[in-house]
């Protein structure tokens, strides 16, 4: 696993121990930033990023190589916010990030109460556990986290179809890659 582009290109990130986690790839990951930069590369420039269900840190690593001022990363694993902390630390990253060791449900419930607001919102729980999608992008349809051209990301089992619309919410994109899918969604 490695940095795709940016500040950090081609430098190694460390992968969580045993199979239980599956890091983003990396070639998804940089058809992700590849589909949120096509029209003006420098977009990310300044952008705040919440990571959630964030493993290894990989996807809100890349943001932040990218030109994200902000990255949160939540995950409740012991382990996994460990790594996090490794690879953020093995790039001299310092600043520019908070790492919340919790469930996405209660970090989400804690940032919208204190009005925390993101560009984009990176969803990608344990595939198996399929009504955290729903529940979390019905949550960001009806908090204030997303703002008006905010854009959510769900990576998902290309086989499963997390939904079409939560609330004020809807996907307008779905790309497939390998066994893994990206849905893309904002509200309308």
């Known amino acids: 696993m490695r940095v795709i582009a940016g500040e950090f290109k081609s430098r190694p990130l460390r992968a969580l121990p045993g199979m239980k986690t599956r890091p983003t790839s990396d070639r998804l990951r940089e058809t992700l930033f590849n589909v949120l930069t096509a029209a003006d590369p420098s977009s990310l420039q300044g952008i705040i990023w919440l990571d959630l269900f964030a493993g290894t840190g990989a996807v809100g690593v890349e943001a932040l190589s990218r030109g994200a001022i902000q990255v949160t990363f939540v995950d409740s694993g012991k382990t996994a916010v460990r790594v996090i902390r490794e690879n953020l630390k093995s790039l001299s990253i310092r600043t520019g990030f908070e790492i919340l060791e919790n469930d996405a449900a209660k970090a ?41 051209g905010s854009i959510a990301i769900a990576e998902h089992d290309k086989r499963f179809d997390p939904g079409e619309a939560f609330g004020k919410l809807h996907r307008y994109r779905t790309l497939k890659q390998g066994d893994s899918a990206l849905s893309f969604y904002r509200r309308s």
């Open 108 to 148: 989400l419930r804690q940032l919208d109460a204190k009005g925390f607001t993101a560009d984009y919102v990176f969803i990608d729980p344990p595939y198996a556990l399929e009504e955290a999608y729903s529940e979390t992008l019905f949550f960001l349809a009806e908090s204030r986290i997303l703002k008006s």
